[in-house]
């Protein structure tokens, strides 16, 4: 899992990136609280051949990477 809470961009992305790049995981989950996030995620999730869903939870958000 990826704790993106609290961190403006880039930074989220650059995270989600790394953990990508590292591991190629089949499935990724990440807590995001900023709406800019998620989206910047789902764009660079779906560039690299991630499917993405989202589910609101309060103030945050948990995106589901899945290959």
Do not use: H, W
Request: charged letters at 25%; glycine letters at 4%; a neutral charge.
């Amino acid at each position: 899992m990826v704790d993106t809470r609290g961190l403006s961009c880039p930074i989220p992305v650059v995270m989600v990136q790394q953990a990508i790049k590292k591991d190629a995981p089949a499935k990724l989950e990440v807590l995001a609280d900023a709406k800019v996030a998620v989206e910047n995620i789902t764009r660079l999730a779906t560039t690299n051949g991630y499917q993405v869903s989202v589910v609101e939870d309060g103030l945050d958000f948990k995106l589901t990477l899945t290959k």
